[in-house]
């Protein structure tokens, strides 16, 4: 499965972006899809994941919940995160992510195989 990350850029605090993220090469309802994100210096951290079909609740990191969305369109193989609100500590580069981690690893960097190749959010206050 290779994933094409894109929309990232610069934003004023309290703007919104949405990132997208176009999935090929494998059967795209059949992964999990998630966002995480690494800002400099920093670990990779979760920010979001979706489920095979959509349809079980989506779960967030404590730091985006209400701020932003995560969607998938199987039909398209394409998964979107919109970001409102942003704040400054949203910079980072994005990236998305497809596999098959159990619940209890849904957050984890290693439950994920395949990696997009990251797009760029900076915040500025």
């Known amino acids: 499965v290779q994933l094409q990350a894109s929309g990232g850029g610069s934003a004023q605090a309290g703007a919104s972006l949405q990132l997208s993220c176009a999935a090929s090469?494998?059967?795209?309802?059949?992964?999990?899809m998630g966002w995480f994100r690494q800002a400099q210096g920093k670990e990779r951290e979760f920010v979001a994941v979706?489920?095979?079909?959509?349809?079980?609740?989506?779960i967030y990191a404590d730091s985006v919940k209400g701020r932003f969305t995560i969607s998938r369109n199987n039909a398209r193989g394409a998964v979107l995160l919109q970001m409102n609100s942003l704040k400054p500590e949203d910079t980072a580069v994005y990236y998305c992510?497809?596999?098959?981690?159990?619940?209890?690893?849904?957050?984890?960097?290693?439950?994920?195989?395949?990696w997009g190749q990251g797009t760029q959010v900076t915040v500025s206050s």
């Open positions: 992510a497809a596999g098959r981690p159990i619940l209890s690893n849904m957050r984890a960097v290693g439950g994920y195989t395949y």
């Open positions: 090469g494998g059967t795209f309802r059949d992964y999990r």
């Open positions: 979706i489920d095979l079909s959509g349809s079980r609740p989506t």
